[in-house]
């Protein structure tokens, strides 16, 4: 099993950006499909972005041209670069993990997912 660390969260205001970080740890799989997802309060767990072993990204439309998702393989790292935040954007992020690439097909799924970090608060005001 992954072991995720999310770090990177805050609270700034609408239009400013944050930078949030994963780190891996424990089992190395071979390929995978790593993610952001997002929950605000009263609302379901939704995919943010996803980045394979490939290097292929996947963005949600609603931050597409706002947000990007990158990752330090040397570092074990996965990174969401978030900028002109809106208050809609608030919520807790976590990132996700599974063990191969094709998984990204189903990325904006949860049950895609069995690596799951404690999550990090982004709170954006307006």
């Known amino acids: 099993q992954v072991h995720l660390v999310e770090s990177g969260g805050g609270s700034v205001q609408a239009g400013g950006s944050l930078r949030l970080s994963c780190v891996a740890s424990?089992?190395?799989?071979?390929?995978?499909?790593m993610a952001w997802f997002r929950q605000a309060s009263g609302k379901k767990r939704e995919g943010v972005a996803s980045?394979?072993?490939?290097?292929?990204?996947r963005v949600a439309d609603s931050v597409k041209g706002r947000f990007s998702i990158s990752k330090d393989i040397h570092l074990n790292t996965l990174y969401l670069q978030m900028n002109s935040l809106e208050p809609e954007d608030a919520a807790m992020y976590y990132c996700?993990?599974?063990?191969?690439?094709?998984?990204?097909?189903?990325?904006?799924?949860?049950?895609?997912?069995?690596?799951w970090g404690q999550g990090t608060q982004v709170t954006v005001s307006s």
């Open positions: 980045i394979d072993s490939n290097g292929v990204t």
């Open positions: 424990g089992y190395t799989y071979t390929t995978y499909c």
């Open positions: 996700a993990a599974a063990g191969a690439a094709e998984k990204c097909l189903w990325w904006e799924s949860v049950w895609t997912f069995g690596d």
